[in-house]
């Protein structure tokens, strides 16, 4: 007998839920600064489900992880992104990106600065991390595309992307606000750099 569709209904909110609850178990060990050391069965101690329950839901850890990174950026600032490409004026859209990048940095500070120390002993995580950051990359090289259009670029357009895909990265902002200030307050410093380096 095919089980009503209710009952398919319900189990599906029910394996949902318990996706969320993991999700959230992992977002809340990695924004703990003092927690242990982001891994499955950590994040499955906090979830309060067995660790197989979370290999049986995301695969395995890098599966877990794409759905991390993709819950922090869209409870975040990452949600606007789509405002950026709608900007007119491709230059005032690059400075929205660094202030979106700023923005963003800053309400996951914690999270991205542990997820960086741990990937350093963890190649999966850090492929994972990689993985995602090339994102940067792509909406970088769309905006360098449209900017080509109306102004000559001062370096060969590769180099112009690796640049600011540098200097939009997670570790200089981290690390040109360092402990007094958020990354968010050093959007203008990130903006003047850009505008250099586009010779704008």
Same mark, same amino acid.
């Given at each position: 007998?095919?089980?009503?569709?209710?009952?398919?209904?319900?189990?599906?909110?029910?394996?949902?839920?318990?996706?969320?609850?993991?999700?959230?178990?992992?977002?809340?060990?990695?924004?703990?600064?003092?927690?242990?050391?982001?891994?499955?069965?950590?994040?499955?101690?906090?979830?309060?489900?067995?660790?197989?329950?979370?290999?049986?839901?995301?695969?395995?850890?890098?599966?877990?992880?794409?759905?991390?990174?993709?819950?922090?950026?869209?409870?975040?600032?990452?949600?606007?992104?789509?405002?950026?490409?709608?900007?007119?004026?491709?230059?005032?859209?690059?400075?929205?990106?660094?202030?979106?990048?700023?923005?963003?940095?800053?309400?996951?500070?914690?999270?991205?600065?542990?997820?960086?120390?741990? /990937? +350093? =002993?963890? $190649?999966?995580?850090?492929?994972?991390?990689?993985?995602?950051?090339? &994102? @940067?990359? !792509?909406?970088?090289?769309?905006?360098?595309?449209?900017?080509?259009?109306?102004?000559?670029?001062?370096?060969?357009?590769?180099?112009?992307?690796?640049?600011?895909?540098?200097?939009?990265?997670?570790?200089?902002?981290? /690390? +040109? =606000?360092? $402990?007094?200030?958020?990354?968010?307050?050093?959007?203008?410093?990130? &903006? @003047?750099? !850009?505008?250099?380096?586009?010779?704008?």
């Amino acid at each position: 007998m095919t089980p009503r569709p209710y009952r398919a209904k319900e189990r599906l909110r029910t394996v949902e839920a318990g996706r969320e609850k993991i999700i959230d178990a992992a977002r809340a060990l990695l924004q703990d600064a003092d927690g242990e050391p982001f891994s499955i069965d950590a994040v499955a101690r906090r979830a309060g489900v067995a660790r197989m329950t979370v290999y049986n839901q995301f695969g395995s850890k890098a599966g877990l992880l794409e759905e991390l990174f993709d819950s922090v950026a869209a409870r975040g600032a990452m949600s606007q992104m789509r405002s950026v490409f709608t900007e007119a004026d491709p230059l005032a859209a690059m400075d929205a990106l660094v202030g979106l990048f700023g923005k963003f940095w800053t309400e996951s500070r914690t999270t991205h600065d542990r997820l960086r120390a741990a /990937a +350093l =002993a963890d $190649p999966e995580l850090g492929a994972a991390m990689e993985q995602r950051s090339e &994102r @940067r990359r !792509v909406a970088l090289t769309e905006l360098i595309k449209r900017i080509g259009e109306t102004r000559k670029l001062p370096l060969p357009k590769g180099e112009t992307i690796e640049a600011l895909f540098v200097i939009l990265s997670f570790d200089s902002y981290h /690390a +040109l =606000a360092g $402990p007094g200030r958020t990354p968010q307050q050093v959007v203008p410093t990130m &903006r @003047r750099l !850009v505008r250099q380096i586009l010779g704008a």
